[in-house]
């Protein structure tokens, strides 16, 4: 492998030179540093990243932490970030937490460790503790989609709240009153949000919430499945369901369907993210749109700003959502 020496020795110049060019420490002439670039380009000499990192403190790479990487919508808010660090020539570390708070907390000290100039984060859940070290180290801290309570720090939200009350309005203008909810984790101030905008839907339609239908899930496949069993199974069954994510609305759709009933003759089925899959399935998913590749760009783009100053107050953005009717909701019918 090349060194600095050897770059300089082709360049003609002396190893402070070549330094100065590779560290931006001193303005040298365009002739100079051209004839260093090309030498290094012709050596295939590849800075030493992280000794540069150690001198300078600052290693241009962002640290993300994800709860899950199965789920296409993290896919997206991550491609956003990605797009976006990449264009302030930062590179990301992708950190998987598999929604664990131990590796959570590993990776964010694999992250301190490796001098990252700041960290985005998807919380597990009661992630409190860690963003107040990461903010005592000084390391900047972006918090997207999960909000992390008891704490001030920048945080880029969807709006949940009235994501689960168009969902809800949207059952209701189509004629359902019997209209059950699968919620999300409970540990995510999300997915109470997504289930207070469902509340306070039928409460604007005078339809007190019956919390025989509100029903827990976890946000994955099968808690959706596992939770369509027992709604159907119910006496006064729901004619429609809110899932607070489009993966437990594609489980609810695949039970409802095993338990020999049509999505949406007499089931349905809405669900929240608007994830590419949903379009193909059958039928294609009634869902919100959250803007999850525009959440990724405006996580990051709060991160470099607070990289750039600490001392900004702290920010909280809400970005707009939508509704996309597809095809697995429909007007009641013979009721
Ligand atoms: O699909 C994953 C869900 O968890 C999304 O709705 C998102 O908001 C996340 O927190």
Redesign the pocket.
């Given at each position: 492998m090349a060194t600095m020496r050897d770059v300089a020795e082709r360049a003609g110049v002396s190893v402070t030179s070549v330094s100065h060019v590779i560290n931006e420490t001193r303005a040298v002439s365009d002739e100079l540093r051209a004839r260093i670039l090309a030498a290094m380009s012709e050596l295939e000499y590849q800075p030493n990243r992280l000794a540069r990192s150690l001198r300078s403190g600052k290693s241009q790479t962002i640290g993300i932490i994800i709860p899950d990487n199965s789920?296409p919508?993290f896919a997206e808010v991550v491609r956003g970030v990605e797009a976006t660090s990449f264009a302030y020539g930062y590179s990301l570390i992708l950190c998987i937490s598999n929604a664990d708070l131990e590796k959570e907390e590993h990776y964010i000290g694999v992250l301190i460790e490796k001098q990252v100039d700041g960290i985005l984060f998807m919380a597990v859940g009661a992630s409190t503790n860690q963003i107040l070290s990461l903010q005592q180290r000084r390391v900047p801290v972006v918090v997207v989609?999960?909000e992390v309570a008891g704490v001030a720090v920048d945080t880029v939200l969807?709006d949940n709240a009235r994501g689960g009350w168009l969902a809800t309005r949207h059952l209701l203008e189509l004629g359902h009153k019997c209209i059950a909810c699968i919620t999300?984790h409970n540990a995510?101030s999300?997915s109470a949000e997504r289930v207070d905008g469902y509340r306070r839907a039928l409460h604007d339609a005078d339809i007190p919430p019956d919390e025989a239908l509100i029903v827990p899930g976890d946000?994955s496949f099968a808690s959706g499945y596992d939770a369509i069993q027992h709604l159907l199974a119910l006496r006064d069954a729901p004619t429609a369901v809110f899932a607070?994510?489009?993966?437990m609305a594609v489980g609810a759709i695949c039970a409802a369907v095993e338990m020999g009933r049509l999505v949406p003759a007499d089931l349905s089925v809405i669900g929240?993210?608007d994830v590419l899959l949903t379009s193909f399935t059958n039928p294609p998913l009634t869902t919100i749109a959250?803007p999850c590749y525009d959440m990724g760009v405006a996580a990051a783009t709060l991160l470099l700003e607070r990289m750039h100053d600490p001392e900004l107050p702290t920010r909280r953005q809400t970005l707009g959502i939508d509704l996309k009717v597809r095809g697995s909701t429909a007007p009641l019918v013979g009721d």
């Open positions: 789920n919508f989609d999960r969807a999300g995510f999300l946000f607070c994510n489009d993966y929240f993210d959250q």
